[in-house]
């Protein structure tokens, strides 16, 4: 058995992160900048069954039976024997690294998920499908998150730019024309089911209120789908500011991220939001090609801790 590598990248919410729980559709890309990989080594000297977990980014060296049942990472490789190989499993080392911010919407968790059960299904000898790692991966995310809608799964295992609805069939987008994208990290960070988990309580208090406004971010996506495949950036633009006033009325937005948003556009950016569940975490810019670096200088005076430039329209792999 040869040693075997998986990758999965980090991903950006282009427009309906929350709604798309409540069944809107939303529109997500990867990004290949930041990404997950799991790479792992068969023990010929060890017992079957031997499975040593390593992390170093979370300082993790330890066999896998020693792990928690919901622990996020030992989830992951669990789920993967039991679907791949339930009735054998050899000794090997399974070492995880990830250069996707942690608790900053940027898909972190589903990336890592992803990149361990592409590495492993192919070290035990029946890679997973795109479709199948993406269902799987699915089902670790249900153990931490609570109630995900699956685009963040979808996008990373995919690898290409979705156009997501719960319980529909998935659009891949072909784009016809590149955009361009600045990304920023706030600095701040909660985790997605505790910003799902405050949305929640809104809307079960005030349905109608936070329907409604779930609806027009369905609608803005909708919007998006053509502006985005043709290249319509003002379009796009007026979009997004527009799905960043919905998520403020979702009380996911914070005042870092407002003022990034802020500084984006007065740099020259053509719209700009939060991106992922919010409340600190990625904004997003979009922006003409020859501005990026401009707007990436301005988010970082800002206040932003790193910022990305990343293009939806070339090949990702
Ligand atoms: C997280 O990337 C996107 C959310 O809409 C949660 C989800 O869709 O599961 C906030």
């Known amino acids: 058995m040869p040693v075997?590598?998986?990758?999965?990248?980090?991903?950006?919410?282009?427009?309906?992160?929350?709604?798309?729980?409540?069944?809107?559709?939303?529109?997500a890309m990867p990004v290949s900048r930041v990404n997950a990989t799991a790479r792992v080594t068969p023990n010929i000297s060890a017992s079957p069954g031997l499975v040593r977990m390593i992390a170093p980014d979370i300082d993790l060296d330890a066999p896998l039976d020693h792990l928690a049942e919901d622990h996020p990472l030992a989830s992951a490789v669990r789920a993967t024997l039991a679907e791949v190989s339930p009735h054998h499993t050899p000794a090997f080392t399974i070492q995880i690294n990830?250069?996707?911010?942690?608790?900053?919407?940027?898909g972190s968790g589903a990336a890592v998920t992803v990149a361990i059960?592409?590495?492993?299904?192919?070290?035990?000898?029946r890679p997973l499908s795109e479709p199948q790692i993406s269902e799987l991966a699915f089902e670790v995310e249900k153990i931490h998150?609570?109630?995900?809608?699956?685009?963040?799964?979808?996008?990373?295992?995919?690898?290409?730019?979705?156009?997501?609805?719960?319980?529909?069939?998935?659009?891949?987008?072909?784009?016809?024309?590149?955009?361009?994208?600045?990304?920023?990290?706030?600095?701040e960070?909660?985790?997605?089911?505790?910003?799902?988990?405050?949305?929640?309580?809104?809307?079960?208090?005030?349905?109608?209120?936070?329907?409604?406004?779930?609806?027009?971010?369905?609608?803005?996506?909708?919007d998006a789908?053509?502006?985005?495949?043709?290249?319509?950036?003002?379009?796009?633009?007026?979009?997004?500011?527009?799905?960043?006033?919905?998520?403020?009325?979702?009380?996911?937005?914070?005042?870092?991220?407002?003022?990034?948003?802020?500084?984006a556009l007065a740099a020259g950016a053509l719209g700009a939001k939060l991106s992922g569940g919010g409340r600190g975490g990625n904004m997003i810019a979009l922006a003409a090609q020859e501005d990026c670096d401009r707007i990436s200088q301005a988010l970082e005076e800002a206040g932003?801790?790193?910022?990305?430039?990343?293009?939806?329209?070339?090949?990702?792999?």
């Open 4 to 27: 075997i590598f998986g990758k999965a990248p980090g991903k950006i919410i282009l427009f309906g992160e929350h709604a798309v729980v409540y069944g809107q559709p939303a529109i």
């Open 98 to 106: 990830s250069t996707i911010p942690i608790s900053a919407g940027m």
């Open 117 to 125: 059960i592409r590495a492993l299904s192919a070290f035990l000898g």
């Open 145 to 187: 998150h609570g109630t995900p809608s699956g685009i963040d799964n979808t996008v990373i295992a995919y690898r290409k730019p979705v156009y997501f609805q719960k319980g529909m069939p998935l659009e891949i987008l072909q784009v016809e024309k590149s955009t361009h994208w600045v990304i920023a990290d706030s600095g």
């Open 189 to 222: 960070k909660t985790p997605t089911k505790t910003t799902v988990s405050a949305v929640r309580d809104l809307y079960e208090n005030n349905p109608q209120v936070y329907g409604e406004i779930f609806d027009q971010m369905g609608t803005l996506s909708n």
């Open 225 to 263: 789908r053509p502006a985005l495949i043709s290249g319509d950036l003002p379009t796009l633009g007026q979009l997004m500011n527009k799905n960043q006033a919905l998520l403020q009325s979702l009380q996911v937005s914070s005042a870092k991220l407002d003022d990034l948003c802020q500084a």
């Open 304 to 317: 932003a801790t790193k910022t990305i430039v990343t293009t939806l329209g070339e090949a990702t792999e």
